[in-house]
């Protein structure tokens, strides 16, 4: 047993390269579902988060994020998507499908998009066609789902643990 | 590239033996953080959740956890602790201190407590010193503290991660 002293809010752990992971988010229910997010992306050193329709972001919640995450505002997803792809991201979705990986298993390609789903409705058809690969996060009780956003912060926490330093 | 096809709802993930990771959550600031992460412990099959003073579960949040999640009420949390460290349950705690080890190489000990701290006080000293070990979440960017409920999730998640079966 440590003799453990707190030393909270200390500075944030070293990356050795910036971070190759976007998030992108469709237009979604919850104005505190997506600052939620964005506060985890953040926290997780993230640049770049994709969001979309009538967005907000709520300062009491996603709190100080820094000028080194830039959000991007779009109308929908699948056309900055399909850029992004040209441009040599991969796009994996987070969802339940037919051929979802687990995410235990899923080895992140460092340069991806993260795609997430709405609330309700999850990741529709049209983005779903576009993705490269979709992974779960197994849920083992009720109530048989996460919450978006807690889903969303597992799945960046799972591509930080791969690469630890960026 | 697949043909991915949404399979929202299914039903959980069969576990092979009936998960021993217990959380422990001290008298809180937010009913919604807690309800939150009452919600993360039903999907992740746990079986007891500890919680403190005048804590208050919203079912709109929490939703329909199911009776394998027991939730007991506590004045305080060391009693509780002592009891269980007595029953052989190691206790972790999850907070930024002088000794925490990064979760990503911590092997969790599969019968736990995860001790998770108070939003603005974290875990404070009458209980960090019955602790067994100390994890921390890597933060890498601004706001570098993540919400507690998102941190509880992650902490969770990586749990499952090396129990993925019970």
Request: aromatic content about 6%; glycine content about 8%; charged content about 20%.
């Amino acid at each position: 047993m440590g003799e453990f002293v707190q030393t909270r809010h200390r500075g944030p752990f070293p990356l050795q390269r910036p971070r190759e992971l976007i998030l992108a988010c469709p237009p979604m229910k919850s104005n505190v579902n997506l600052s939620r997010i964005v506060r985890a992306a953040g926290c997780c050193g993230l640049r770049r988060l994709i969001c979309c329709g009538r967005a907000r972001i709520l300062p009491e919640i996603a709190r100080d994020t820094g000028p080194e995450l830039v959000i991007e505002f779009h109308r929908t997803l699948p056309p900055v998507l399909q850029r992004l792809k040209a441009e040599g991201y991969s796009l994996i979705g987070l969802e339940q499908t037919t051929d979802s990986q687990c995410i235990y298993d899923f080895a992140f390609p460092r340069r991806c998009v993260l795609v997430i789903g709405h609330e309700r409705l999850g990741i529709e058809e049209d983005v779903l066609r576009l993705l490269d690969a979709v992974v779960e996060i197994p849920v083992y009780g009720l109530p048989h789902a996460h919450n978006v956003a807690t889903a969303a912060a597992i799945s960046i926490y799972e591509y930080c643990r791969q690469y630890p330093t960026g």
